[in-house]
């Protein structure tokens, strides 16, 4: 399947509740043996690209981590056409290949995953790029307070504070649990915010856009908090990620 198949499109987005359902499941874990896990999570990353009610994000994936996306299909991208274009309130717009991010100097974080609806993966690597690297090179202007991502879902979008952006353990991620980020995980390109709940750390990263003021991402609108930290928010008091 590639991006210029018709069905490689965005599709409609899918609401909180189905989200939320993985509350049910979430305790199940992966019980299969790991050959198992590689095929369940094969088989899950195609067919839930394809599932518009999304409810094979209910089900336990490969690794701890479940597929999941607000829409029914998402394109695919790899370094022959990816993008990711840093614009808005900076004086030296630029857009990055693929190439260009992994020639970047890499930062390793290791730091436990956790999900507002409940489940973590402990201690999981992720690698890749500094925000904070990216804003310094695109020359933030003055009256910057913000900045908020967009993804090639064509649905899915999240911000920051323009400091919450700087700090050192939120990255604009390539590698994940040490190798690199595929498709159903959000690659090739995701973003890591690492001190916050995971809906933070948006999928298939294409828009990087710095602005005057927060702009409530897509699970925002749906009622979860915009400063997301690990067991201070969204009612939660899960153990600090970071």
Known sequence: MNSEQPEERSGTPI??????GTLGLGALGVVAAPSLQRGLEAFLGSAADKDPTGLTGLLPNGGGFR???????????????YQLKIDGLVSRPRTYTLADLRAL?????????????????????????????????????????AVRFTCFDGAYTESLTL?????????????????????????????????????????????????????????????YDVDAWVGKSNGRDDEPTS
Not at 192 to 206: D, E, G, I, N, T
């Open 67 to 81: 597929y999941y996306s607000v829409t029914s299909s998402v394109p695919h991208k790899d370094a022959s056409d």
């Open 105 to 145: 100097p890499q930062t390793r974080l290791v730091k436990d995953v956790q999900c507002v609806t409940g489940w973590r993966v402990p201690d999981t690597p992720f690698e890749g790029v500094r925000l904070s690297a990216l804003l310094d090179a695109a020359g933030v202007t003055g009256k910057a307070g």
């Open 163 to 223: 400091d919450q952006a700087r700090r050192p353990d939120v990255l604009v991620a390539l590698r994940m649990q040490d190798k690199d980020i595929g498709h159903s995980h959000g690659g090739p390109v995701r973003l890591y915010v690492a001190p916050m709940y995971f809906y933070k750390s948006a999928k298939w990263l294409s828009g990087i856009t710095v602005t005057e003021d927060v702009e409530p991402g897509y699970w925002e609108d749906r009622g």
């Open 15 to 20: 609401g909180r509740r189905v989200l939320l």
